[in-house]
């Protein structure tokens, strides 16, 4: 089955304290995304990449940071956590750039 | 503000209804592509349109795209209790960047 797929789901943790985000997709594609979303905020992307080993900031990169050393997986690094990153993650991927996207379930982050 | 803003924040029809949310956006275009989302779970894609198509139609759904006007819109037609979610906007614009709304919220009562 196709899917993509995100670890943990759920995340409460601490300030500094740093954290990782998997994302992982069977559908061999070559775009992978990452966004965060806030109430009335709307989706707004972190990082994106268009194949492996090739990585770009998107509107809201700060405080982030991710790499794409194999086409399955693209883990989004918090490197030292804060409050203001308490949000909604999404990973998405797409066959290729300006393909539509799937999207994975989401992972809910709460920093305290 | 983000790229794509769409309008209205909110609407509330009854089943049968027709909806429209619309989509404007700022800056040149290849792509513009409408998402669904249930409450809290990952977004679902609809449809896309091309820069270079005016129109497009997939069961109860019609996608219009102005590129003079910078600006699209999603018709749901025959509207069900189903099709309550949230819909959004995206566009793709320089290479790999994609820029969502911030949404229109649906309701359909039964």
């Known amino acids: 089955e196709a899917q993509v797929t995100q670890n943990p789901r759920y995340l409460i943790t601490v300030t500094g304290k740093k954290l990782t985000v998997t994302c992982s997709q069977n559908?061999?594609?070559?775009?992978m995304s990452w966004y965060r979303q806030d109430p009335g905020l709307g989706l707004r992307q972190i990082y994106y990449?268009?194949?492996?080993?090739?990585?770009d900031k998107g509107d809201v990169p700060e405080g982030y940071k991710v790499s794409r050393k194999e086409k399955r997986n693209f883990p989004l690094i918090l490197e030292s956590p804060s409050p203001n990153q308490t949000s909604l993650y999404f990973c998405?991927?797409?066959?290729?750039?300006?393909?539509?996207?799937?999207f994975g379930p989401g992972t809910r982050l709460t920093v305290l | 503000s983000q790229q794509g803003e769409e309008d209205p924040q909110a609407l509330s029809i009854q089943e049968g209804e027709n909806a429209t949310m619309n989509c404007s956006y700022k800056?040149?275009?290849?792509?513009l592509q409408w998402y669904r989302q249930n409450s809290g779970r990952g977004l679902v894609h609809l449809i896309l349109?091309?820069?270079?198509?005016r129109e497009k139609h997939s069961g109860r759904l019609r996608v219009t795209l102005d590129t003079s006007k910078k600006s699209s819109s999603l018709l749901i037609t025959a509207s069900r209790a189903a099709d309550t979610a949230s819909y959004f906007c995206a566009t793709d614009g320089e290479a790999g960047k994609s820029t969502f709304g911030d949404g229109t919220t649906l309701t359909v009562k039964p």
């Open positions: 349109i091309r820069s270079n198509e």
């Open positions: 559908m061999n594609h070559e775009y």
């Open positions: 998405a991927t797409g066959l290729a750039v300006y393909n539509e996207q799937f």
């Open positions: 800056t040149s275009i290849n792509n």
């Open positions: 990449s268009m194949n492996v080993e090739v990585t």
